[in-house]
C-alpha cells in the first residue's frame, strides 16, 4: 500500500495560481503512475494529469492543456501540479492517485491520497 499525503489546497482568486503537493511513501515504485484528479460538487471525480515515475511521461486532461503542469520528483517521492490561470469552475477537491499500471482508466489508481479542497473566487 502506498500513503499519499496532499498540501497546497487553499483559496485563489480567479487568474492566480496554485501548486500542489503529493508526497508518496510506503510501497512505492518505480513503475508506478502518480494521477491527479478533481471532484466538484455534484459532479463526478473526473481525471485531470498523471506522471509516470520512471522517465516522466506525462498525460493531460484536455480541458487543463496548457493551464497545468505535473511534475515529479523521485528524490523526494513528491508529486507536483502546478495550477495556473485558475477559473472558478476549477473549485474542486483534487486527489493524489497511484497505479501500478496505466494512466488510464481511472480503476488502475489502488491508492488515493485524502483530497485537499481547491476554490478559486470569481
Known amino acids: 500500500q502506498v500513503q499519499l499525503v496532499e498540501s497546497g489546497g487553499g483559496l485563489v482568486q480567479a487568474g492566480g495560481s496554485l501548486r500542489l503537493s503529493c508526497a508518496a511513501s510506503g510501497r512505492t515504485s518505480s513503475r508506478y503512475t502518480m494521477g491527479w484528479f478533481r471532484q466538484a460538487p455534484g459532479k463526478e471525480r473526473e481525471f485531470v494529469a498523471a506522471v509516470k515515475w520512471s522517465g516522466g511521461s506525462t498525460y493531460y486532461a484536455n480541458s487543463v492543456k496548457g493551464r497545468f503542469t505535473i511534475s515529479r520528483d523521485n528524490a523526494k517521492n513528491t508529486v507536483y501540479l502546478q495550477m495556473s490561470s485558475l477559473q472558478p469552475e476549477y473549485t474542486a477537491v483534487y486527489y493524489c492517485?497511484?497505479?501500478?499500471?496505466?494512466?488510464?482508466?481511472?480503476?488502475?489508481?489502488?491508492?488515493w491520497g485524502q483530497g485537499p479542497q481547491v476554490t478559486v473566487s470569481s
Open positions: 492517485a497511484a497505479s501500478s499500471g496505466y494512466y488510464w482508466p481511472p480503476y488502475e489508481y489502488h491508492d
